[in-house]
């Protein structure tokens, strides 16, 4: 049997972009539970058990797409600037991460930025978020649950 492989970095930070070594992921994550030993990111959607409640996480994506349903070709920093007051730049990663690799979600950019094997935008820099703009996918927008 083998066990999943562990990442040696990690991109962290909230008001800036930060690539972090695993060594310091205890400074980042928040403890959930002694035996077995499991740590979590802080996100708005997880529960003191690190158990994400449905409604918040349904709620986060929902805010995420109501703003590109109503301002499709929305670049990445105004999507952020405008859900600020909710969600840090971290939990909006999340959010675009998944919308994106389901198919709610599409990506435009130049050709400057990198893309990862399945042609999906991972975590943006602040450049990059200025260049990267959303539009709705493939998928019905209200089809957008767990």
């Not at 040696?8 to 077995?36: C, D, E, R």
């Not at 840090?88 to 990506?107: H, P």
């Not at 893309?115 to 999906?120: L, T």
């Amino acid at each position: 049997m083998t066990e999943a492989p562990v990442a040696l970095l990690f991109w962290a930070g909230y008001s800036v972009l930060v690539l972090v070594s695993s060594a310091y992921i205890k400074n980042w994550t928040v403890l959930v539970s002694n035996n077995p030993a499991t740590r979590v990111f802080p996100r708005r959607w997880y529960d003191i058990s690190g158990r994400k409640v449905a409604d918040f996480w349904e709620a986060a994506l929902r805010a995420v797409m109501g703003v590109v349903i109503f301002r499709p070709g929305v670049s990445h920093v105004e999507l952020r600037w405008r859900l600020r007051s909710v969600y840090d730049r971290q939990e909006l990663s999340d959010l675009v991460c998944f919308l994106q690799e389901n198919g709610f979600l599409r990506g435009r950019c130049g050709p400057r930025i990198e893309r990862n094997e399945n042609g999906y935008l991972g975590v943006l820099d602040e450049q990059e978020e200025k260049e990267v703009f959303w539009f709705i996918g493939e998928k019905h927008w209200y089809q957008v649950a767990l």
